[in-house]
């Protein structure tokens, strides 16, 4: 896979963390009640992080390291 | 069965083998097997994040408030996923620059200033000290708590014990012991230390392993599982309330402690030191960027649980939150668990001490006590000589001067404050770092005055809004202070600045904090100009990626030092070993010869200036090389040239005109070789045009006298004899030409057979006399002949040198006036050979034809002879004859006074001629 569209696989994904952990979100998930014995808050932001860290590791595994001498074409 | 005893060395034993593994992988890495280049070790590096604070203060934050805690851990996680493209950026800079620290950074980016350097480290020192405080806090506070086993006293009850009882200040001593070993073993221009690396790596598995147990042991042994423990919560009011967050308030405080966090985990100094400085390969970083936060996600997995089960053990109020880590063990009397549970927590303290410690007293030595020392002429540092150990006393007293103030803080305010409250002053100070360095990393106008301006009130802001009230709060400072404003002053009142009310302290702290940092920063930024430095390194920092490589393009240094002045400076510094192998290497690099390096060029100024600011930091660096370069830095004017954006269009303007410079030359070269070839081509087709003329004239007599002969079959018997006679002379005649022109391609493409042998001049010149005179006698033309009796033998082929004679001698029958002409041979011994002399009394050559006569058809006189007699070839094969022998032919004439032809031909031997004249 391209710099350029790794780049921006992980701009789009830290955005989706981002509202992922905006209080307005969380508020939908902010009610006192256990799903599968466990608080739905808990369940939804220990959740919503794996999800945001596997999504993560699956955009940098697709990327390849171009070779040494060419990784610089990209702005950073 | 916990004595006291067992719990001191079950420490010391850890710290133990903490020394065994740096030493180890020191000893590695110094036999070039080092086991630190590995992404994993390098995420684990980095989960030096994880403090005593995430061991103990995140269950106590859950306790109180539940999910508050999570966002130190979220914000980084954000970060990681940006890692990609600021760390990226971050380390290309920080290696093309060779950074050490945090203060390095900012002081390079805006013009290698001292001045920002020094306040950056300041700063530093001081939002640090309540962190380790913190961490000393946390190791003491469970060690006391491990003490009472079995009973729980909270540390808080417990006797506080003498001065020498003090744990944390053992703790503070071993911890400093540890960062001097391993983290000021040497000086080195990468400021690398593997050993630490290593250390801290396996304390980051030693504090995920005992939270992890800790974690499993309470949920799963004294509970039943999560659901358990959260249906057993849900059923008491108190508890069930910590499964939501309260209200708008704990929003904006959600939103500042993730802000905070992202802050931290890029510009907390330990941070900057393992992710940056000790980074081995920006590769490392696509794996790290979501193993580190898997790791925050391990390590936190268990603290909901862990906190809701101690608040069900416990009952209300008895037992510290913090401790629960420790205390739920010890309530089951699960002793060695405890003990596993403080190892963490020690071990958790004592990375971020020895990190921190180390990357802060890199930071006081590199970048405000150095330059300041070398200030101060008197003590004329920079011409001393050997500074290893000088610089390497500072480090080591740096690193105890932090741990003494982080154990003071400790010891006279760090009492009244929970954890979390410590660490988060910290990250809030920390925080103020983030528009000088984001800014300097991608705004190429951000000016050293803005920095300074937005640095400066963002600090005075965060110790006024969130310092001086913690003061205040430890009853350093009356709490008037606080409730109603300095002086009572309303709207200054440290936590409602301007009366901007209802936000937690943090947030309100913070915005404050931003308002000043970034509005200066900028606002300054744009009022005030860069200085050339300034302009250079915005640039190579900006635009680090667009670089083919960083510092080799700009050209600072001017002025003349010798290399020997160079090499002497980086020894003092890093030593010689050292600075050899690093000289070494540049020079084989670069395919020169360091024992013949005499004058220094810019460039190895500029590698010397970074090879150093890695020992001494970047501001350092330039002085001490300024003072071995003797010549002033480059003028305004110059700097501009090289630096503005500008330069690259130049310098690519100036490699096209270089190029469009050996083009043109390359051109003229090929027109003028086309213009050869256009002049070789058009005497080929006049050569061609004149043989076809010479062939065809004789052919067309031949044909005209056969056709007469053909048609006439009565024509008189002398009439036919003399058509005859005529025929066979044109044949002769084309027979003639044709041989010429053969022989004449033969000899010009070097294929002409040549009998070269020693030949009696006189004897050839007798034949060629005898072989033209009947022509004479033809002609009526007298020739007189005067032969020495002895002439020297020449080198030659005797048939090609008759046939130059014969054309000679017929030449000067053909043009002396019949009757009345005079041919005269004569032979003179000459230096280089003999010269053979035929003149005649013939209407003479023009001067200007004089050469022309030796070039191929072409023939003078016409305009006075008529028809041409000949070919016009002879005179041509003549001359290449007598240069293939390496002698000369040419005609000395006056117009009118008839010519004389010249024959130099050499001699056989180079004696000839001595032999000769006697």
């Known amino acids: ?76 | 069965m916990l004595q006291p005893g067992v719990i001191v060395a079950a420490a010391f034993g850890y710290l133990c083998l903490l020394f065994a593994i740096a030493y180890w992988a020191d000893k590695r890495a110094d036999t070039g097997r080092g086991i630190v280049t590995s992404p994993y070790v390098y995420a684990l590096s980095i989960a030096v994040y994880c403090t005593a604070w995430t061991f103990y203060g995140s269950v106590g934050r859950a306790a109180a408030s539940g999910v508050d805690f999570l966002p130190i851990y979220l914000g980084p996680t954000l970060v990681a996923i940006l890692w990609w493209h600021l760390m990226r950026k971050m380390l290309r800079i920080s290696k093309s620059n060779r950074i050490t620290s945090i203060a390095d950074f900012v002081a390079s980016r805006y013009g290698k200033s001292q001045l920002l350097g020094g306040l950056v480290t300041i700063i530093a020192v001081i939002v640090i000290m309540p962190y380790i405080a913190l961490q000393l806090k946390g190791v003491s506070a469970s060690f006391n708590v491990l003490l009472n086993y079995p009973e729980i006293v909270m540390p808080a009850d417990a006797d506080p014990g003498s001065i020498f009882g003090d744990t944390a200040l053992y703790v503070a001593a071993l911890m400093a012991a540890f960062a001097m070993l391993y983290g000021t073993r040497h000086i080195d221009a990468t400021e690398r230390h593997e050993g630490m690396v290593a250390a801290i790596a396996f304390e980051s598995i030693v504090k995920l392993v005992a939270f992890l147990c800790v974690g499993l042991y309470v949920t799963f042994v004294m509970f039943d599982g999560f659901g358990d423990i959260f249906r057993q919560a849900a059923m008491r009011a108190d508890l069930s309330k910590l499964f939501v967050m309260q209200g708008v308030a704990d929003h904006g405080e959600w939103l500042t402690l993730t802000v905070l966090s992202m802050a931290a985990i890029l510009f907390l100094p330990r941070q900057f030191q393992v992710s940056v400085v000790e980074n081995i390969d920006e590769r490392h970083l696509d794996k790290a960027a979501w193993l580190f936060p898997l790791y925050l996600i391990a390590i936190n997995i268990f603290v909901l649980p862990i906190a809701i089960a101690g608040l069900l053990v416990f009952p209300p109020g008895t037992v510290d939150g913090d401790t629960f880590v420790l205390t739920l063990p010890m309530s089951e009397r699960a002793g060695g668990l405890a003990l596993l549970a403080f190892i963490g927590g020690l071990s958790a303290a004592t990375g971020m001490v020895i990190v921190e410690s180390i990357a802060l007293s890199t930071m006081l030595c590199n970048d405000l006590i150095m330059p300041i020392l070398l200030r101060i002429r008197w003590l004329g540092l920079t011409e001393r000589g050997d500074l290893t150990r000088l610089v390497i006393a500072i480090r080591r007293g740096s690193i105890a001067l932090v741990l003494l103030l982080g154990y003071l803080y400790f010891h006279f305010i760090g009492g009244s404050y929970a954890l979390v409250s410590i660490g988060l002053l910290s990250f809030a100070a920390v925080a103020q770092f983030a528009p000088a360095i984001i800014g300097g990393m991608y705004w190429k106008g951000a000016t050293r005055a803005g920095a300074l301006a937005g640095l400066s009130a963002g600090f005075l802001m965060w110790v006024y809004t969130l310092l001086l009230p913690s003061f205040a709060r430890s009853g350093w400072l009356p709490m008037g202070f606080l409730d109603n404003g300095p002086l009572g002053i309303e709207l200054l009142k440290p936590y409602a600045l301007l009366g901007l009310s209802g936000f937690d302290n943090l947030s309100h702290a913070l915005f404050w904090c931003m308002v000043a940092n970034v509005g200066l920063y900028i606002g300054v930024s744009m009022i005030t100009r860069q200085s050339p430095t300034e302009r250079i390194q915005a640039t190579r920092f900006v635009e680090v990626f667009q670089q083919p490589d960083a510092g080799d393009r700009t050209r600072l240094w001017r002025g003349s030092t010798s290399f020997a002045d160079l090499y002497a400076l980086v020894v003092r510094f890093i030593g010689k070993r050292r600075a050899d192998q690093s000289f070494g290497t540049y020079a084989a690099r670069r395919g020169l010869n360091l024992a013949r390096l005499t004058r220094a060029d810019a460039e190895l100024v500029h590698f010397t200036e970074r090879l150093l600011a890695g020992a001494i930091g970047a501001a350092s660096a330039r002085v001490m090389v300024a003072s071995a370069v003797k010549g002033e830095n480059v003028g305004l004017d110059e700097v501009m040239k090289i630096l503005d954006e500008a330069s690259q269009v130049i310098e690519y303007s100036r490699q096209l005109e270089e190029k469009s410079r050996a083009l043109e030359a390359a051109s003229t070269e090929l027109r003028a070789a086309n213009i050869r070839l256009q002049e070789i081509d058009r005497l080929k087709d006049d050569f061609m045009t004149t043989v076809t003329h010479e062939l065809r004239t004789p052919l067309t007599s031949i044909r005209s006298f056969s056709e007469i002969l053909h048609d006439n079959a009565n024509l008189a018997p002398e009439q036919r004899t003399e058509f005859l006679a005529i025929i066979i002379k044109e044949s002769e005649r084309l027979t003639r030409l044709i041989n010429q022109v053969l022989d004449l391609a033969r000899i010009e493409a070097g294929r002409f057979d040549w009998q070269m042998r020693r030949i009696s001049v006189r004897e050839l010149l007798l034949d060629a006399l005898a072989a033209t005179r009947q022509l004479f006698k033809d002609r009526d033309v007298v020739l007189d002949a005067d032969l020495p009796a002895e002439l020297p033998d020449v080198l030659a082929d005797r048939d090609q040198l008759m046939q130059v004679f014969i054309n000679l001698l017929s030449n000067a029958a053909k043009f002396s006036p019949a009757g009345s002409g005079k041919v005269g041979v004569a032979v003179a011994l000459r230096g280089e050979g003999v010269e053979i002399r035929v003149s005649d009394n013939g209407p003479g050559i023009a001067r200007e034809h004089q050469q022309v006569i030796f070039e191929k058809f072409r023939q003078v006189g016409d305009t006075l002879s008529g028809k041409p007699q000949g070919s016009g070839l002879g005179l041509a094969i003549c001359r290449r004859i007598i240069e293939h022998f390496g002698g000369r032919i040419w005609v000395e004439s006056e117009p009118g006074g008839g010519a004389t032809f010249a024959v130099l031909v050499p001699y056989a031997e180079p004696d000839s001629r001595l032999a000769a004249a006697s």
């Open chain 1, 1 to 76: 896979m391209r710099n350029a569209v790794t780049g921006d696989r992980l701009i789009a994904l830290f955005l989706l963390g981002v509202l992922l952990f905006t209080p307005p979100m969380m508020a939908i998930f902010n009610i006192e009640t256990l799903v599968f014995g466990i608080p739905l808050l808990f369940l939804y932001l220990f959740g919503g992080w794996v999800l945001l860290v596997a999504l993560l590791a699956f955009v940098l595994s697709r990327h390849r390291e171009p070779p040494a001498d060419s990784a610089h074409d990209e702005g950073g």
